[in-house]
């Protein structure tokens, strides 16, 4: 870990500033309003965000644009395109070093970005499982027919109680080659299978733990939904395919968007689910993120993938909402 | 027969979902430390879970976490919800940005923005830290639960609470916070359940010496896990579950 950890003058001077500037516009409202205005009533929460999102933000932006001496420099950002950037400077520097050219010697090290796509895949096909999977529970669950709607939801909520580590655990103890899935296999006489330790598995528990996620907006969309449009529909000749496809999804797509963001950013930066399920065979964004702060200890590389990620999932993100301008979909409840 | 079909997936999704809690559970009573072998039914795990320690220490430490967070976020949080429901249109727009932050910012990025922030202020990260990590990703929560109850309130109520001689203290107890009321439960069980179940930005923010359940069983997962953890895990889902009997009960009579 670095053992230089204070901040530049500047930094400091910016955040009293800002405390300074609260402090004002809060002594400003009040002068204004002559006595406590109800919009005060933010003002604890503001100054909290502040202290604790705002400022570690900047504090990972710092980092990420800074090398381990506080100079400025973009070598983060480089680092992330080619992992051996450190290595292949010292080796150019030792070829100038002896007059000569060692542009030979220099490879790419493609870790991190080779990271990354694999991360953004899983993460893309976990949610298009979650959504194949989730769109029919979520339909059945709003059908007016079957009355089941909430008792199902709680259903859904309940599996989230128990802490999501040991229900990922629980599934090693099935897929394991000694596990409850093999045991049973070899009892009907079939050979023994590997099911941990490979991406398969990974996806499987990334599935699992986020499917809820992507049946609860979908069934808020659609039991929001006027059912006599599809009543209409049906009226009009439509069959029931027709109404699937021209009303019913039309009008869930505010559900359908924010059960993607759901399921998409979590996964994309899952860190423990790869390690258990996918045994270090399997690297996701996430683990890299943290070997990088708490193994490497290279603060500045870690914050420079740090922003990368959150700058791409910001991106996603406002793509996502183009489908849904009015954001609709709602949260969780 | 479509109907039937459909309660087939249905019930084949909800198998899914709950197998590995049904392995947990089976687990827990199964007198060995193997995971697949049942070498017969047992309370060993249960009573050895109250000898331990450590165990009892992180589901203290989890508990009192979430409780206290659940409290602090709730205040906040209504406050904040109710402030930023009467600024004018821009600071409006400008506080639901910083809102929504946190909730499109990735968990391990929070958890390391703040692992940062408590280094830097050379705050020793352990119990406090943790407390003030699940505060911080807890209000946004609380705040969205609680705005839009506000924003369906008929305005004029209030109004007509302060015409009739109250005063906005009054007004703001009495007339606006029963009215979303509904919003605030939601948002400090939102809180509650949101705080027991994190594991990525406590494990950030907590040192080794102070664990909840998650790092506990996450630093043992190696080793393989205590099945006393597992013992843990149905008791407090048990737990639950009766609270929810309990609550949807209530909310029965109540109709």
Redesign the interface.
Known sequence: MRSD?S?PWWAWAAMGVGLVAFAAMVGVTIRRNRG???????????L??I???????I??GY?AFTDANGAFTLDNFKNFWDSNFNANKSILAAGEAVGQDYSAYITRGTVNVDTLVYSLWMAFLCTVICLL?GY??AL??A?R??K?GPT?V???I?????????????????L?D???IN?FLKWLGFEGVQLMYNSEAVLLGMV?NF??FMVFPIYTALSKMDFRLSEAAADLGCNSWQTLYKVTMPLSIPGIVSGITMVF??S??T??IP??LGGGNTMMF?DL??AK?LTEGN?NV?SAL?LI??LL??VS?SILRKADPNGEGG??? | MMKWLKKCYLALVLIFLYVPIIVLIVQSFNAGKSRAKWEGFSLRWYIELFQDERTLQALFVTLSIAVLAMIVSTVLGTLAAIGIHAMKKRPQALMMTLTNLPNTMPDIVTGISLMLLFIFTKVERGYVTMLLAHITFDTPYVILSVLPKLKQMNRHTYEAALDLGATPMYALFHVIIPQCKQGIITGAMLAFTLSLDDFTISYFTTSPLVQNLSTLIYSSARKGIDPSLNALSALMFVALLVLLLIVNRRTAEDK
Request: net charge positive.
């Open positions: 950890m901040l406590i205005h109800r919009s005060l009533f933010a003002s604890p929460y503001t909290w965000m202290i604790f999102t705002v400022v570690p933000v504090l990972i980092y999977l029919p529970a059945i669950m059908d027919k079957m089941l199902l709680v259903l859904f309940i599996p989230m109680w128990m802490n999501f580590l040991l229900r990922t655990i629980a599934w090693m103890s099935l394991e000694s596990g409850l045991t699992y499917l809820p950013m979590p994309v930066t860190f423990f390690r258990v996430g993120i943290e702060f603060w870690g740090s990620m959150m999932i910001l993100l949260g969780i409840a």
